[in-house]
């Protein structure tokens, strides 16, 4: 079965950078985009951008551009979020999520990824 | 951007009852492209509904999804207890990628 499997909580101060992992396991790792979706504490959900683990191609959301990296490693089927100058509006749980190629919606999440910006 | 809006905020029923949600789009989505989520206290979203009108693997059949263009809807024939979470509708379009409602709360009355 499709699993996601999120690293833990992390604690970060304003201006720092926090980078998350997301462990895929259960399907070929290469046939599915990632994506990142985060929840601020009560708030909704914001997509932030995707990854195509076949080739590495990104897509960042436009509020996000010049903040967020994603990458890939093949050889462990983890993908990576780094998220850089951190302020307090960025704690939230951040999620990774898969999309069948073109198909445009979320079917399997990770367990969310809580990170809190405070000095 | 194509802005979701979801109706009501908070919606009270028992169990049993039917509950009807509502996400409106800013201008006009593909319903190949418009999914609903649910989300309980301290868990992930699970894709219940894509394409509209589809139920993802293992939804049963209480739940259903209709509408097109910027009229979109969910319905929950009868209410279990289990249902009673946030639903949030999401859409694709290639000028504004992957947005979200604000979601309903569906609470028990």
């Known amino acids: 079965q499709v699993q996601l499997v999120q690293s833990g909580a992390e604690v970060k101060k304003p201006g720092a950078s926090v980078k998350v992992s997301c462990k895929a396991s259960?399907?070929?790792?290469?046939?599915?985009?990632m994506h990142w979706v985060r929840q601020a504490p009560g708030q909704g959900l914001e997509w932030m951008g995707m990854?195509?683990?076949?080739?590495?191609?990104?897509n960042y959301a436009q509020k996000f551009q010049g903040r967020v990296t994603m990458t890939r490693d093949t050889s462990t089927s983890t993908v990576y979020m780094e998220l850089s100058s951190l302020r307090s509006e960025d704690t939230a749980v951040y999620y990774c999520?898969?999309?069948?190629?073109?198909?445009?919606?979320?079917?399997?999440w990770g367990q969310g990824t809580l990170v809190t910006v405070s000095s | 951007e194509i802005v979701l809006t979801q109706s009501p905020g908070t919606l009270s029923l028992s169990p049993g009852e039917r509950a009807t949600l509502s996400c409106r789009a800013s201008?006009?989505?593909?319903?190949?492209?418009l999914a609903w989520y649910q989300q309980k206290p301290g868990q992930a979203p699970r894709l219940l509904i894509y394409?509209?009108?589809s139920r993802a693997t293992g939804i049963p059949d209480r739940f259903s999804g209709s509408g097109s263009g910027t009229d979109f809807t969910l319905t929950i024939s009868r209410l279990e207890p289990g249902d009673f979470a946030v639903y949030y509708c999401?859409?694709?379009?290639?000028?504004?990628?992957?947005?979200f409602g604000q979601g309903t709360k569906l609470e028990i009355k």
């Open positions: 259960g399907y070929t790792f290469t046939s599915y985009h």
């Open positions: 394409g509209a009108s």
């Open positions: 990854i195509n683990p076949s080739g590495g191609g990104t």
């Open positions: 999401q859409q694709y379009d290639n000028s504004s990628p992957y947005t």
């Open positions: 999520a898969t999309e069948s190629p073109a198909k445009c919606y979320f079917d399997y």
């Open positions: 201008q006009s989505v593909s319903s190949s492209y």
